[in-house]
């Protein structure tokens, strides 16, 4: 069964940082495009970055460009989502997915499998 952990949430300030990480099983990890999500009531889930299993293609949008990285480790098959000067409105629940044609597709329609979330709260 494949399956996607994320862990790394919880309440943080504003301008804080947390480090999320997507621990992947059940399948071959180094073959997948991760990509990282969030969420909040009555939206959509939107991408925040994905990264293809080259490490050649990295996608963030202007709303976090700058203050989040992403990174992935084969040999742990883990994708870590360094979130720094976190804002208020980065808060929700945070997914990442797999993307089995292996490449960064920033759109929730593209992804095969889910982890069950993250709870991000950027409050002060």
């Known amino acids: 069964q494949v399956t996607l952990v994320e862990s790394g949430g919880g309440l943080v300030q504003p301008g804080g940082s947390l480090r999320l990480s997507c621990l992947g099983t059940?399948?071959?990890?180094?073959?997948?495009?991760i990509g990282w999500f969030r969420q909040v009531p009555g939206k959509d889930r939107e991408a925040v970055s994905c990264?293809?299993?080259?490490?050649?293609?990295?996608y963030y949008p202007e709303s976090v460009k700058g203050r989040f990285t992403i990174s992935r480790d084969n040999a742990k098959k883990t994708v870590i989502l360094q979130m720094n000067n976190l804002k208020p409105e980065d808060t929700g629940v945070y997914y990442c997915?797999?993307?089995?044609?292996?490449?960064?597709?920033?759109?929730?329609?593209?992804?095969?499998?889910w982890g069950e979330g993250t709870l991000v709260n950027v409050s002060s």
């Open positions: 990264i293809s299993n080259t490490l050649i293609a990295a």
């Open positions: 059940g399948f071959t990890f180094d073959y997948y495009g």
């Open positions: 997915g797999a993307d089995l044609t292996g490449l960064c597709r920033p759109e929730a329609s593209a992804m095969d499998t």
